[in-house]
């Protein structure tokens, strides 16, 4: 998919909000995200449908809840899809792309995956049985103060802070870190790939430069998806490969996602394949 704004500054404005205020979406701001939506597509050929929520408008026995997490968010998003092989990469690559156009339109988000009332939401989301909800978001304006949960969780995840280069882009195998120098017109698509959002911060990509072709792998956080009937981080996966599609589209880079260009190479323990970004240049 392309996109018509900057994908560096929507990159930049995208923090998580958390503290909502009570200023109202502008309505044309609510008709050009409805428009961006219904452009939206994924390059793992997968379904994602989105549904929208007003808490204004909802009855007195739907209170639901995300404990404690988000404060006053009148507005949510939810990205709903069929169990199928790359749908949880489908739905990280589709809902953040929607995330940062709302960055883009200065208005704030947060991913939820875990701490939200997901049978709630799925009822009044109206999500058909035969699909999963793997993540919502709220969307508004932001607060201008943070409330003390909000800073407890930024504290203990890290929020600001992301892996250095050499622990996330390898060049050849996993043995050698990539350097900005080998990279050359990839550094601004992996940089971006490098400040993308994770589940409480954990950057499982991991990614390999070889014979011109970026190859991404999941470095599987022990333990950390067991809660879940899925493995929540390939929802991180798709957000990684929507920062890089977004970032190497706007620098005139001809390729596409590949699902099967394993190059076969000898794999750090917890370390998995999963696709490939193939050159066409």
Not at 223 to 251: C, L, P, T, W
Request: glycine share 6%; net charge negative; hydrophobic share 40%.
């Amino acid at each position: 998919m392309n996109i018509n704004f900057s994908i560096e500054e929507a990159v930049e404005k995208r923090v998580s909000v958390r503290n909502y205020s009570a200023q109202p979406i502008e309505e044309d701001k609510r008709v050009m995200l409805d428009e961006f939506i219904r452009q939206m597509d994924n390059p793992f050929n997968q379904k994602v449908s989105f549904h929208f929520f007003d808490m204004d408008k909802s009855s007195e026995d739907q209170k639901l809840g995300t404990y404690g997490v988000i404060q006053k968010a009148k507005h949510y998003l939810g990205a709903s899809i069929k169990p199928a092989p790359f749908a949880l990469e489908a739905v990280g690559y589709e809902l953040e792309t929607v995330m940062l156009y709302l960055a883009h339109l200065d208005i704030g988000t947060c991913w939820l995956g875990g701490t939200f009332d997901r049978k709630g939401f799925a009822q009044a989301l109206n999500v058909g049985d035969d699909e999963i909800l793997p993540a919502i978001t709220p969307f508004g304006y932001a607060q201008t103060s943070r409330h003390l949960q909000e800073i407890v969780m930024r504290t203990f995840v890290q929020a600001h802070k992301r892996l250095e280069w050499n622990k996330l882009f390898f060049f050849n195998d996993f043995q050698t870190s990539l350097t900005k120098e080998t990279a050359g017109h990839f550094v601004f698509p992996l940089e971006m790939v490098r400040l993308a959002p994770s589940a409480s911060n954990k950057q499982p990509w991991r990614i390999l430069l070889k014979d011109g072709n970026v190859h991404f792998y999941e470095y599987k956080t022990p333990g950390y998806s067991d809660v879940f009937a899925y493995d929540i981080q390939r929802i991180d996966m798709g957000i990684a490969a929507a920062h890089f599609e977004h970032a190497i589209n706007k620098i005139g880079k001809s390729g596409n996602f590949v699902l099967d260009a394993d190059p076969k190479i000898s794999l750090p323990e917890h370390v998995e394949y999963v696709f490939s970004w193939v050159t066409t240049d």
